[in-house]
């Protein structure tokens, strides 16, 4: 029997392993003390580049989105109840993982998910677990998850949803667990057999060792193969598959993402530390492929409890993988995207739009106090300034225009209605824009990191084909999201005049009512002018990508509405058919149909444009129709009323 050639089919037939169960559930003590990450270590494991959702990113962003997507915030705390960050809580589950296991980073919106799979809560409704109070039913999580999954999204229950993130998530957690298993293995080394005469005097042998051995195996089984009986050759033959069978599954447990550039430039893909060896197996390879990254990460796990040298292996490690990206003209700003993230933009100018909003609160009630009203402005620039630099910074990580995904339509929207309410505050000084800028600020970046917490994945993704085109993307989209802000800032004009008729505010300010009007249909205008040339900027991209200029799309149709609503309400205007009142409600509407066209028809999940579908955003859609659809009807019937006015 000749066991070249059986090794080479060996290798060539065999199926990855299911690797799910990679934990016996067994605690841990809690007294068990957590590493305390050197600084340096930590912002080192950060900067490292890998390939992960078809992008290179710092491992820190993918550390972020995965505990954010698992815990529904970017911080866990450890068993001994000190705070982590991601990259802190990352590097547990690389390196400690019995300790990672006991982490509370699994958040369950609800017990009745885990009564559904046989487990006792905490007594409250939402609370994080973690994953060894979850594993005694991971058996039957993944069951009903499979079950579930058979199921037509818009027919599962909340909880069967719930239960299929779960099994996700668990998924995912494991797969962290297991990526740097390859470093501890060992495997078991029999009297009397091949692997012996290579390893004399030891009952097991690391990874690292087999591999360096390996070439020299094949030799030795080339050689003797011949003059093995049958017998030997089957135990031999055993001991390789059994071999095989292992690393393979060792493969599987590190592909959770890439990190090594590959020497070809011409190869897109990254490479696990597995895959730069795995030609050692190769039947017709006889030297030793080049070992080093895969010997620093095993390197790393013998360091792990000395701080110093771990630190020196880390630095030599992400220094090697950055200039093999460097070569490639990869990664080149990953250092600006730590920054980013660490700089918290977005989180400061949400801040910052909150305090505005108070001070303009106090500033209406102390009869418009000029140092309030600049304190007001003031405030705002600087949200704003905080704002304008996050989507500059995402531009210039991504190497795109502004506006690629709905999480950015949402940044960008807020730019835009905020930055037109201090042209209008300029030309106009009627203290009602800059008003609107603290609510609208803080309203927009609310729901921005509302929907990073609800779909817990990277917001600079990977484009779909479609978008992959930055010329398209910059006078297209961009002008529609121009459009979208525009459209809501009339609708936030809408609901002032409406409000202030209810409740009777200025009531005798005809000119008051009359700046109002006049920013409602001056928005208005903004809006049809954009919505009107990136609908038709749209078009042709159509005709470009799929050969047609219309197609009765949903989204077009959502684009459409926008411009002929926009034009209904214009020529009312000009036809005298409505007044003030009426001029409102036409923009609060104007409002629900933004909505609709911007999230509504990404999920109905059809057409070409169905790229944008979002978790959970019917409900919130439908709570906003409803209640501003209530809020039309009873404010028009209270203004119409009280102020004899027609429609």
């Known amino acids: 029997m000749n066991l070249i050639l059986v090794l080479s089919i060996t290798l060539s037939t065999f199926n990855f392993l299911n690797t799910a169960e990679l934990s016996s559930g067994k605690n841990v003590s809690s007294s ?64 400690y993982p019995e300790i990672a296991k006991q982490c509370p980073a699994f958040i369950i919106h609800d017990q009745a998910v885990l009564e559904n799979i046989g487990l006792q809560g905490h007594g409250k409704k939402r609370d994080r677990y973690a994953y060894n109070e979850l594993f005694p ?54 009297d009397n057999s091949l692997l012996a005469s290579f390893f004399p005097d030891q009952k097991e042998a690391s990874l690292g060792e087999i591999i360096q051995s390996f070439p020299e195996i094949k030799k030795k089984l080339k050689t003797v193969s011949q003059s093995m009986n049958e017998q030997q050759a089957q135990e031999t033959l055993a001991t390789i598959r059994n071999f095989l069978g292992e690393v393979s599954q060792l493969v599987q447990k590190s592909e959770h993402f890439t ?47 000395n701080p110093e040298l771990f630190k020196k292996t880390l630095l030599q490690l992400v220094q090697k993988i950055q200039q093999k990206a460097e070569t490639r003209g990869e990664a080149t700003k990953i250092n600006l995207e730590v920054f980013y993230y660490k700089a918290k933009f977005l989180f400061y100018g949400q801040w910052l739009f909150f305090v505005a909003l108070i001070i303009t609160a106090i500033w209406w009630l102390s009869l418009e106090n000029k140092f309030l009203k600049f304190s007001v402005f003031s405030v705002n620039t600087l949200a704003w300034t905080f704002l304008i630099t996050a989507i500059i910074l ?86 529609i999201v121009i459009g979208y802000g525009a459209g809501l800032l009339a609708s936030a004009f809408g609901h002032v005049w409406i409000l202030g008729k209810m409740f009777n505010i200025k009531q005798h300010d005809k000119e008051f009512y009359q700046r109002l009007s006049r920013g409602i249909y001056g928005t208005l205008c903004f809006c049809f002018f954009f919505s009107f040339i990136g609908t038709v900027l749209g078009g042709i991209w159509a005709l470009e990508s799929w050969g047609r200029f219309w197609g009765w799309d949903p989204k077009e149709n959502g684009a459409l509405l926008i411009v002929l609503w926009c034009l209904i309400v214009i020529h009312a205007h000009l036809g005298r058919m409505i007044n003030s009142l009426g001029e409102a409600m036409g923009s609060i509407i ?40 209530i809020f039309i009807i009873s404010g028009a019937y209270i203004v119409f009323k009280n102020n004899k006015q027609r429609i």
Not at 32 to 54: N, V
Not at 420 to 444: H, Q
Not at 605 to 628: C, P, Q
Request: proline residues 6%; charged residues 20%; glycine residues 6%.
């Open 137 to 190: 039913a991971r058996d039957e999580l993944m069951t009903q998850a499979q079950r579930y999954s058979q199921i037509p999204p818009a027919q599962r229950t909340r909880i069967q949803e719930q239960l299929l993130n779960l099994a996700d998530n668990i998924l995912d957690f494991e797969e962290v667990l297991g990526y740097l298993e390859f470093t501890r293995y060992t495997f078991p080394i029999q």
């Open 259 to 305: 990190v090594i550039p590959p020497d070809d430039p011409s190869k897109k893909e990254w490479l696990s530390p597995l895959d730069t060896i795995i030609n050692v197996f190769d039947p017709t390879i006889e030297e030793i492929p080049n070992i080093q990254l895969f010997a620093l990460f095993t390197q790393l796990e013998r360091e792990k409890g």
């Open 394 to 479: 995402r531009c210039v990580i991504r190497g795109r225009p502004p506006v690629t995904t709905l999480y950015e339509t949402i940044l960008f929207s807020t730019a835009t209605a905020v930055l037109l309410t201090f042209i209008i505050e300029r030309f106009t000084r009627d203290n009602i824009s800059l008003s609107l800028a603290s609510f609208l600020g803080l309203l927009g970046l609310f729901l921005a990191n509302r929907y990073e917490m609800k779909e817990g994945t990277d917001t600079m993704p990977s484009l779909v084909a479609v978008l992959d085109t930055n010329f398209w993307l910059t006078i297209h989209v961009t002008t």
């Open 590 to 629: 104007l409002g629900i149909i933004v909505s609709f066209s911007w999230w509504g028809v990404n999920l109905l999940g059809v057409g070409l444009h169905s790229y944008g579908f979002t978790r959970g955003a019917w409900n919130a859609l439908l709570l906003f129709w409803f209640i501003e659809s």
């Open 32 to 95: 068990i003390t957590t590493p305390q990450w050197d600084r340096e270590i930590t912002t080192l494991l950060e900067k490292l580049p890998i390939q992960s959702d078809g992008r290179i990113k710092p491992l820190s962003t993918h550390a972020r989105f995965l505990l954010l997507r698992l815990s529904g915030r970017t911080s866990t705390q450890s068993p001994d109840g000190k705070s982590l960050s991601p990259a802190e809580w990352f590097l547990l589950c690389l390196f």
